[in-house]
T-cell receptor, first 113, second 114 residues
Framework: EPEVTQTPSHQVTQMGQEVILRCVPISNHLYFYWYRQILGQKVEFLVSFYNNEISEKSEIFDDQFSVERPDGSNFTLKIRSTKLEDSAMYFC???????????FGNGTRLTVT | DQQVKQNSPSLSVQEGRISILNCDYTNSMFDYFLWYKKYPAEGPTFLISISSIKDKNEDGRFTVFLNKSAKHLSLHIVPSQPGDSAVYFCAASGTNFGNEKLTFGTGTRLTIIP
């Protein structure tokens, strides 16, 4: 069964550094998402992306965050200057059409020290 | 702003019995509801969904019930198996021409006792 793949599985970075989290969505999917889960908390929406542009973003997704689909397969989340509170599991998800389930990757654990 | 609530953080059920997980929502614009299962160090895995035009959807051992007037949904697992032990998240979305985000509840940790 096709799956969403995320790399790396764990990223450790120092505060103030830039990180790029990478995702390969399922190949025929059109809608792409980033979510995050801080330890012990709920899964929170960050951003949705469709037709090569952001369709919705949350309050968390401030100017330090950006997303890109540089080619036909990758979908990336960049954090320009990481903060301690950015430490979380980051999940990429995709879907092929409206009113269909989101398929999630296994996440990247980001640790900011 | 807890638009989707799962009031039971944990639930223990004997193997073979029925597990019932509950979820409440406050946003009347939600019209598509899903249940996800999550193991540690993995992403959420889709289990079952229901749209607001239905009040029940079944898939094998899993049944989701939706009570729109009460803004309540539940997931029934019967019979419960040890492999069902995981964290279960309820999620909801509203009509936004396909881009609608999912809003998740806080999760219920289900433990199946052999």
């Amino acid at each position: 069964e096709p799956e969403v793949t995320q790399t790396p599985s764990h990223q450790v970075t120092q505060m103030g550094q830039e990180v790029i989290l990478r995702c390969v969505p399922i190949s025929n999917h059109l809608y792409f998402y980033w979510y995050r889960q801080i330890l012990g908390q709920k899964v929170e929406f960050l951003v949705s992306f469709y037709n090569n542009e952001i369709s919705e973003k949350s309050e968390i997704f401030d100017d330090q965050f950006s997303v890109e689909r540089p080619d036909g397969s990758n979908f990336t989340l960049k954090i320009r200057s990481t903060k301690l509170e950015d430490s979380a599991m980051y999940f990429c998800a995709s879907r092929d059409r409206a009113y269909s389930p989101l398929h999630f990757g296994n996440g990247t654990r980001l640790t900011v020290t | 702003d807890q638009q989707v609530k799962q009031n039971s953080p944990s639930l223990s059920v004997q193997e073979g019995r029925i597990s019932i997980l509950n979820c409440d929502y406050t946003n009347s614009m939600f019209d598509y509801f899903l249940w996800y299962k999550k193991y540690p160090a993995e992403g959420p895995t889709f289990l079952i969904s229901i749209s607001s035009i239905k009040d029940k959807n079944e898939d094998g051992r899993f049944t989701v019930f939706l009570n729109k007037s009460a803004k309540h949904l539940s997931l029934h697992i019967v019979p419960s198996q040890p492999g069902d032990s995981a964290v279960y998240f309820c999620a909801a979305s509203g009509t936004n021409f396909g881009n609608e985000k999912l809003t998740f509840g806080t999760g219920t940790r289900l433990t199946i006792i052999p």
